[in-house]
């Protein structure tokens, strides 16, 4: 194969990653935030099935399933038309699923099942749910636990015609998360690799706060993501992507820090053959977010 075979190649495949953004701007109504994205021209928008629609002050703009009306249903659809993929957040944010309280955990799981519906609902694909954290037990105490419930969502998602990618960020070891993937061995279960939320994993947590901006330790953090990526391989459903302040390990950060290695990354999608799509979660005031996500994807596009 010539060098430019090879290059016409590479490009064509980096095709199939098409670049999308979340709603999550501080202070715009959902409405306005979809239309930022519509405007931007990006073919893949991520919406929350939490919180509410209308414009709220340091408050990501969403919704909840069950409380819209008949024509909010019918506006929000409309609106999302012009985007090729669209993907959901499952909502997280106070809820217990793993409970003692049996009313609790009922209503934690009823959260997720009803979000699922509205994901589907509004031609969603892809349902990205984050594990909830433990802070008292090991992990290996509530793995079944975790297991039988995200089963459960499995199913019902696949009745509904949505796939469900498991984000990074808990359990908080490359091989615990890999596993709870693995084990779980259900069509519809994948991982969403959010290239932020690797800071508190095993590998790299005890690298200290003063050394956390030196070469070694920026890559062993990238080395943390290209792991699970490699290991968990056709698994790998969804990508949030952003940048990290060096010096904190911040994420959600505009891409002005090279902290995330965006080449080597992007190799490791090619040969794992990734299918999904780039999600841009970045945060910021929301005068500055439309700069910030069109700058994003044109950097993202440069390598």
Not at 21 to 43: D, E, H, M, R, V
Not at 196 to 223: C, F, T
Request: net charge positive; proline share 8%.
């Amino acid at each position: 194969m010539t060098r430019r075979l090879f290059l016409a190649l590479a490009a064509a495949y980096r095709k199939q990653w098409p670049i999308g953004a979340n709603t999550a701007i501080q202070g715009y109504s959902l409405s306005q935030a979809i239309a930022l994205l519509k405007q931007l021209q990006f073919p893949v928008i991520e919406i929350h099935p939490m919180g509410r629609p209308e414009p709220t002050p340091k408050v990501f703009p969403g919704f909840q399933f069950d409380q819209l009306t008949n024509p909010q249903k019918q506006q929000i659809r409309a609106e999302l038309k012009p985007f090729k993929t669209i993907t959901t957040h499952l909502p997280y944010s106070g809820l217990n699923w793993l409970s003692p309280d049996a009313s609790t955990k009922k209503t934690a799981i009823q959260t997720v099942d009803i979000a699922l519906e509205g994901s589907a609902y509004f031609g969603a694909t892809m349902a990205v749910l984050h594990p909830q954290p433990l802070t008292q037990e090991t992990w290996k105490t509530r793995q079944n636990e975790y297991i039988e419930i995200i089963t459960r969502w499995a199913n019902r998602a696949r009745q509904l015609g949505v796939k469900i990618a498991v984000e990074t960020g808990f359990p908080q070891s490359i091989d615990d998360f890999v596993t709870l993937i693995q084990t779980i061995n259900h069509p519809n279960i994948g991982a969403t690799i959010d290239v932020g939320h690797q800071g508190r994993y095993v590998e790299i947590n005890k690298i200290p706060a003063e050394s956390r901006s030196l070469p070694a330790s920026i890559k062993a953090y990238n080395d943390t993501t290209i792991a699970i990526l490699n290991r968990l391989g056709p698994k790998v459903f969804h990508l949030h992507v952003h940048d990290i302040d060096p010096e904190t390990w911040v994420e959600h950060k505009p891409l002005v820090h090279n902290f995330v290695d965006y080449p080597r990354l992007f190799q490791t999608l090619e040969n794992i053959k990734y299918k999904g799509a780039l999600v841009l979660e970045i945060g910021g005031p929301p005068e500055t977010m439309p700069a910030n996500l069109e700058a994003a994807r044109r950097k993202l596009q440069s390598y």
